[in-house]
């Protein structure tokens, strides 16, 4: 190897977008609705980090209701991951498939306990059969004391209620709930039985978040990180049933043969019918084996997150804007897009991460400190702080040990390639993905680009010094 070979690399840092006449009036003309996948499309472009200090259900609901999309990380038995996914499913829909039921001659105690234990409010009354009797909402027990009184003397009874078909539409359901004047809708079928639930709150949320990430069932998405050992393809046909609308396939070195095997194996137990995205890499030549392997979204980045030590310790990675631009240029051929994985620390970063030719971004630190992340808030100078980790840090390791849901011994190298950490607490999940998608679309705007598509066309970048990092943050003011 003779030195004048080693190609350049760079990263966000060492680039800007170069301003170019547009005809743009308002940032808001401007579309930032990207793929994830082949086939599944964001209205915002923005995915949370399957790591246990950000992804599990509630960073995935918050992520889904606002055009985005949570991978529920991976260190957890099957039956936690899936059971994470299954409360995203449940957490919004037009139709509730399997509301919860209580029986006519149960008590007011059962009634409260069965609330409490599954956080409802109301519940539907069944006889046998499931034949439909009545329902108890918040309203029909308030004020009771008496706690052995049975349900059917409590309840709405069944000849009171508004029901719906089980074909019902939203557009049906909102005039039935609004011409009764009730806030649920239960759903039967020809004798009478209970097939499914209409909520007002599920009809509201529909109707005031048309970006919301949703599955063909109006339920919000949601994507499950399986590894590549072990019981990954169990795991993987567990999410998929669980109603997975994504399962990504996530190693440190996504290039590895039986990382790309494994594409293959997936695709074959899962039937075809959920796409797979599989990483992580940075070359081209890897880009392009996963894309040629099967892989429906490509996941770009070693070394660049805010919690990596790969490049410290394995001397390991390249730079990231170089990494995204060379492999979505060996995906594009396949129709695959990528996600830029790593490193996102502003607005600006989404921006040239996206102009470089990727879809979409992966974010871990910016998330770890929303109230919705699965972090550990812990005191620190006085302050309160999240704590956030890498995957491959000795203490995700112990607690992986500790939940023995150790699937796979490949991120737990000998040496640790992450670090433990915290974050400073931030605002909910939809003010920070407010920032960096207008971040992104002001960057657009300046390229002169209504679509992420034009983006790619028109983003013209250029390399900047030291001495132009230092210009561009703010300087010579004091806070
Ligand atoms: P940010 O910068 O958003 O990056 O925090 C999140 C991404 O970092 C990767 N990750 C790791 N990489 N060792 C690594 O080399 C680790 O321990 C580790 N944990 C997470 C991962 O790609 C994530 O999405």
Redesign the pocket.
């Known amino acids: 190897m003779n030195h004048a070979s080693i190609p350049l690399a760079l990263s966000y840092d060492d680039v800007l977008l170069v301003p170019r006449r547009s005809g743009l009036a308002s940032r808001s003309d401007v579309d930032v609705a990207s793929r994830l996948t082949r086939n599944l499309r964001l209205a915002a472009p923005i995915v949370s980090?399957?790591?246990d200090t950000v992804t599990e259900s509630e960073m995935a609901i918050a992520m889904a209701r606002v055009g985005g999309l949570g991978i529920v990380h991976r260190f957890l038995t099957v039956e936690q991951q899936v059971a994470e996914v299954a409360r995203v499913k449940r957490a919004e829909a037009l139709v509730i498939p399997d509301p919860h039921t209580i029986a006519p001659d149960a008590t007011l105690a059962d009634a409260a306990d069965a609330s409490q234990r599954l956080g409802v409010t109301s519940l539907v009354v069944v006889g046998p059969g499931d034949r439909l009797e009545g329902l108890l909402t918040r309203r029909d027990v308030m004020l009771r004391t008496d706690r052995a009184q049975p349900v059917r003397e409590l309840m709405t009874p069944r000849a009171e209620l508004v029901v719906g078909g089980p074909d019902t539409s939203a557009e049906e359901a909102a005039r039935l709930l609004r011409d009764g004047r009730v806030e649920k809708l239960p759903l039967v079928d020809d004798d009478d039985r209970l097939v499914g639930l209409i909520t007002l709150r599920d009809l509201l949320q529909r109707a005031e978040r048309p970006e919301a990430t949703k599955d063909s069932r109006g339920r919000l998405a949601v994507g499950a990180a399986i590894g590549v050992r072990g019981d990954y393809v169990e795991r993987a046909q567990a999410l998929q049933d669980a109603g997975a609308d994504v399962v990504v396939l996530d190693i440190?070195h996504g290039h590895a043969e039986h990382a790309v095997r494994a594409i293959a194996t997936i695709r074959d137990a899962l039937g075809g019918s959920t796409d797979i995205i599989a990483g992580?890499v940075a070359t081209p030549e890897g880009a392009r084996d996963l894309a040629e392997a099967g892989a429906d979204g490509v996941?770009v980045?070693?070394?660049?997150?805010?919690?990596?030590?790969?490049r410290v310790v394995a001397g390991v990675g390249v730079p990231q804007l170089s990494a995204v631009m060379d492999c979505a240029e060996a995906c594009a051929p396949f129709g695959v897009p990528v996600i830029a994985?790593?490193?996102?620390?502003f607005g600006g970063d989404v921006a040239k991460a996206i102009a470089a030719g990727a879809e979409t971004v992966?974010?871990?630190?910016?998330l770890?400190g929303t109230p919705e992340s699965p972090g550990v808030v812990v005191s620190r100078n006085g302050g309160r702080v999240k704590v956030?980790?890498?995957?491959?840090?000795s203490a995700?390791a112990d607690a992986r040990r500790a939940l023995e849901a150790e699937d796979d011994t490949e991120f737990t190298p000998v040496v640790?390639?992450?670090?433990e950490a915290v974050v400073p607490l931030r605002d909910a999940v939809a003010v920070v993905l407010h920032g960096l998608v207008g971040g992104l679309r002001s960057g657009m705007s300046y390229s002169d680009a209504r679509t992420i598509t034009e983006f790619h066309r028109n983003a013209r970048f250029v390399r900047i010094t030291p001495g132009g990092l230092r210009e561009s943050h703010p300087h010579d003011v004091s806070y």
Request: proline share 3%.
């Open positions: 980090a399957n790591m440190a992580n996941k980045g070693v070394g660049p997150g805010s919690v990596c030590t790969t994985d790593g490193g996102i620390r992966m974010v871990g630190n910016l770890a956030f980790r890498g995957m491959a840090s995700a640790a390639e992450g670090v």
